[in-house]
């Protein structure tokens, strides 16, 4: 990664800054070029109201460590669980760690559901799970299946006929079925349950697609990539790329492989457990789990919430450096499951960091209760593909009565049907949302999506990146292709953000004042939107629901008419900054741009801004940009940065 400068063009000074994210991870900085880059200290460690997070970490010398390998031909549950008598299953452990212990594991493929007995004591007596430095630990949710045991699919049409005939069917394509004896599931069959969320409520089954919710739990991969499933088996022989079909027990399914290939070509898994790490009783605490990979669940959507790791309402749970992906459903949860449930004592103060956390169906990260929680320099990515968002539960990240909580750092990359994060319900007391990328976000909630609350949250030095939206709920522009959107809140400080190609809006909100939440409706006010970079917003930059907010010091790039919205009184004004500026007093250092141009590379997160000297001088003390003075060569990995401290 290169920056670029002294380009000369016919009419200007051309500065060309090619930049990876460097406003996420100042303190790694590079210094290569020779010319120093000056960081002015703006710590992403304080809260909204300034005042710092409630930092907790692991302070445990383990007193005693055990260890598990499969792979081991001395491996035994009965074991004592030493280095030269390790048990065979992470599950031997889980029974008797204890306050102050941890297990080692040794790299191979378990495929088991960790069940811990106890919790920690606090963070000087943590029980900790670890993957063995240096190896490759997984954790699947799948058996195998032998292909020897498919069978070519027999009293089943596979192809398009006219119903209720007994005229024989010419079936151009091979399917093959297999059955499962029951042995596979440990009480837990998820090709017999249905993805439908437990807690209807908010199900509005006349206006959504429901496919997606009556397709079964199960998931089916081949050489570990999934197979399509569909409702009903004339579907099949549609599938030239393969596709799977489950009768109605969950006791049998039949898949067509893909280009007619056969079962003996692949490794073919199906998923057979819910979970993968949850404790045994609720409300367990300080529990570590630290570099390992799970993988592959039949979990059903939310509500209740139910990962592939569950903290079962737990407090001060530490996941660090761990790969979740191909969840049915959810990745990880760590409230207090859904609505109906008395909350533990001291839910909340979990760490989230460094973990790759993709591939999930509907969100990765969930947490009704989330107090004090840390989630720092994670990806998320490949977030919503079940394509359930009306169930109103989907979300990278989904938070309920969110307090205090420091969302830093992480990158959110190719969300669909889900926005990047979304703070729910009385769910912004005191949060910040610091220095994220938000890139590929095509959702009806937005990249960041604030639903009634009411108490100060600040939103800066996040970068947003081409947000659109799959379709619009209302059958209007709404929520959807835009960076923030507000829903009935109040008290949100949006700045020093850059936002880049957002399909409908940079910042923008709904009064929504007829829902209840407590005692009264929502009144969208004492917002502020200072200091922004507003570069390609489809259809407004700024759109207040009234005149009772604030903005100033923003950067308008290539806008179309009427880019500064006041929606109430009707009817809405639609107005250009002098407008604004005249009208509202607003934007007294507010400016329109129209010679800079940004372009991004999710894959490899790089930045590319090019405009004349006198723009980039600008650009300095703006978005997430306004902590350097100077920017040069730069080569990082943003999630790196932990690691190098």
């Not at 045994?280 to 990962?307: A, D, E, H, M, W």
Request: glycine share 10%.
């Amino acid at each position: 990664m290169k920056i670029i400068t002294g380009i000369t063009s016919r009419r200007w000074k051309c500065k060309q800054i090619v930049l990876l994210l460097l406003f996420i991870f100042p303190e790694s900085y590079g210094q290569s070029s020779g010319v120093r880059n000056h960081y002015i200290k703006n710590s992403d460690e304080t809260l909204a109201d300034g005042k710092p997070f409630h930092f907790w970490s692991e302070k445990t010398s383990y007193r005693r460590t055990y260890y598990v390998d499969k792979n081991n031909p001395v491996a035994n549950d009965t074991n004592s669980g030493s280095a030269s008598h390790p048990f065979r299953t992470i599950s031997a452990a889980a029974k008797i760690l204890k306050p102050g212990e941890r297990v080692l594991i040794r790299g191979g493929i378990y495929r088991e559901v960790i069940r811990p007995a106890q919790g920690g004591e606090g963070p000087d007596k943590m029980i900790s799970y670890e993957a063995f430095p240096g190896e490759d630990v997984i954790i699947k949710g799948s058996v195998e299946l032998n292909p020897e045991h498919f069978s070519v699919s027999k009293h089943w049409i596979f192809t398009k006929h006219e119903a209720y005939t007994e005229d024989s069917v010419n079936q151009p394509v091979i399917i093959w079925e297999y059955s499962f004896d029951g042995t596979e599931f440990d009480g837990y069959n998820p090709f017999g349950m249905l993805n439908i969320l437990h807690d209807r409520e908010y199900l509005q089954y006349q206006k959504v697609r429901m496919d997606p919710h009556f397709r079964r739990r199960g998931m089916l991969f081949l050489n570990g990539k999934p197979l399509e499933q569909v409702l009903k088996p004339v579907e099949l022989a549609e599938k030239e790329q393969g596709a799977f079909w489950v009768e109605h027990n969950g006791m049998r399914i039949h898949v067509r492989f893909p280009l007619n290939s056969s079962p003996s070509d692949y490794t073919i898994e199906a998923t057979v457990r819910e979970q993968l790490f949850v404790p045994q009783k609720y409300g367990l605490g300080y529990i570590r789990i630290s570099g390992i990979t799970f993988s592959q669940c039949g979990n059903g959507f939310p509500v209740p919430q139910r990962g592939i790791i569950s903290s079962s309402r737990g407090n001060h749970w530490i996941i660090e450096d761990c790969t979740i992906e191909w969840a049915n459903s959810l990745g990880i949860d760590l409230g207090n499951e859904m609505w109906y449930t008395p909350f533990e004592p001291g839910l909340g103060y979990h760490i989230v960091r460094r973990n790759i956390i993709r591939n999930c169906g509907i969100g990765g990260l969930q947490a009704l209760g989330a107090n004090s929680l840390l989630v720092e320099d994670n990806l998320f990515e490949n977030i919503g593909w079940q394509n359930a968002e009306q169930a109103w539960e989907s979300g990278a990240i989904k938070f309920h009565k969110a307090v205090n909580t420091l969302i830093r750092r992480n990158i959110f990359r190719n969300i669909v049907y889900a926005p990047g994060i979304w703070l729910d319900y009385l769910s912004n007391k005191n949060c910040r949302i610091t220095r994220n990328v938000f890139t590929g976000i095509s959702s009806a909630r937005g990249a960041v999506y604030i639903e009634v609350s009411r108490n100060h949250c600040l939103v800066d030095q996040n970068f947003f990146h081409k947000i659109t939206c799959q379709y619009w709920v209302s059958g209007e522009y709404g929520a959807g292709g835009s960076a923030l959107y507000t829903d009935g809140s109040d008290s949100i400080e949006f700045c020093n953000n850059l936002i880049c190609d957002a399909e409908n809006g940079g910042y923008t909100d709904y009064l929504n004042a007829e829902r209840i939440v407590g005692t009264r409706g929502g009144l969208t006010r004492w917002h502020k939107v200072t200091d922004n970079i507003f570069v390609q917003c489809g259809k407004y930059a700024i759109e207040f629901a009234n005149e009772y907010n604030f903005s100033d010091g923003n950067i308008f790039v290539s806008m179309p008419p009427g880019y500064l919205r006041i929606g109430n009184p009707a009817p809405a004004l639609q107005l250009d900054l002098e407008a604004w500026q005249k009208a509202f007093g607003w934007e007294k250092k507010g400016m329109t741009i129209n010679n800079l141009k940004i372009s991004f590379q999710p894959e490899n997160l790089e930045l590319s801004v090019s405009c004349p000297e006198k723009v980039a001088d600008l650009l300095a003390g703006k978005g997430p940009f306004q902590n350097y003075i100077g920017i040069n060569k730069l080569v990082l990995d943003p999630r790196l940065m932990d690691k190098k401290k």
